[in-house]
């Protein structure tokens, strides 16, 4: 049982100093062909998402003021901040970060100076300390863009006269990410796990895994209301049934690549053989499928020589 803590709207006044940020957050996974017109959409009850460029943002603004899941990149944080103000206001009294990676915790740097971050404490380490993704190495991010509230499990935070529940589900994405559940708009952000109608970047680097991406996925599908509407971390809002549809896609290839690995066959030769053409379009994403296929196999890879260790020591002892 997932252990709750609750955090009631509490009154926090912090004083910064701005500091100077010269490199950027590296390790995202934005791509050029990702670039969108920075735009707001209504979702449900006090929840709207915005577009930009990265990941997609949750907003929630109500009497309690805004409050924001994700910040994109710090050098597009004024154009995120044009669109909120159509709201009512630019300034968050809260930022979640679904998890680490610079298209979703870029913008930190300068949310930062005025509103309250939280993220589950995996994120701040990873945002702590010198973080290798994709090849990619990154310096440590500044204090004032580092989660000031982090949780383990699960908590909630009730703001603008709903429920807004933040749930860790661990080994996917990365090993951060978090789910929001905002519980009367009937709306839940999925963060990266869910990449509407695309093959997933599982950055296998920051703790993330196709089976723990597929577990994940499974119980989320169990979770959530049928009628919610669904803020992926990347494509456009979207309905139960497309979540459905991404499950079954990622359970359909990663069963193809498993056969052809159980039956020893290379990395190559699998890439060779590729997906059935129905697939075609979910490849033609910052995830490729060659990329796709490589994670699956990776993913398994490492699971299997685990497995293999474990059994190791448990002869020796």
């Not at 991010?141 to 383990?152: N, Y």
């Not at 296929?293 to 260790?309: A, G, H, L, P, V």
């Amino acid at each position: 049982m997932r252990k709750i803590i609750t955090l009631t709207a509490f009154v926090c006044i912090f004083v910064t100093s701005a500091l100077a940020h010269t490199s950027s957050i590296r390790g995202s996974h934005y791509h050029k062909n990702e670039v969108q017109n920075f735009k707001l959409e209504k979702v449900g009850g006090n929840v709207h998402a915005l577009f930009g460029q990265g990941g997609n943002i949750g907003v929630s603004y109500g009497s309690d003021g805004l409050l924001i899941i994700d910040t994109q990149f710090e050098r597009i944080v004024p154009q995120i901040k044009a669109e909120l103000k159509k709201l009512g206001s630019d300034t968050p009294k809260y930022v979640f970060n679904t998890h680490w990676h610079g298209d979703h915790a870029g913008g930190n740097t300068l949310f930062g100076k005025d509103a309250v971050i939280i993220a589950h404490s995996n994120v701040r380490n990873r945002l702590l300390n010198t973080t290798v993704s994709r090849g990619e190495k990154r310096e440590p991010t500044p204090k004032i863009g580092l989660p000031m509230i982090t949780f383990e499990n699960e908590m909630s935070i009730f703001f603008n006269d709903e429920e807004i529940r933040a749930v860790h589900f661990n080994h996917a994405h990365t090993d951060g990410d978090t789910v929001l559940f905002f519980t009367k708009s009937n709306v839940v952000h999925l963060g990266d796990q869910f990449f509407a109608g695309r093959f997933p970047f599982v950055d296998l680097e920051s703790g993330g895994s196709v089976p723990g991406l597929l577990r994940n996925i499974g119980e989320l599908i169990q979770m959530i209301p049928a009628d919610a509407t669904l803020i992926p971390g990347h494509g456009p809002v979207s309905k139960m049934d497309d979540l459905k549809s991404y499950n079954e896609m990622l359970i359909d290839t990663t069963l193809i690549v498993r056969r052809q690995m159980e039956a020893g066959k290379s990395l190559d030769d699998i890439k060779k053989a590729g997906f059935p053409a129905k697939y075609k379009e979910a490849g033609s994403g910052f995830i490729n499928t060659d990329a796709w296929i490589e994670t699956i196999f990776k993913s398994y890879s490492m699971d299997m020589n685990m497995m293999k260790d474990s059994m190791k020591m448990k002869e020796k002892m």
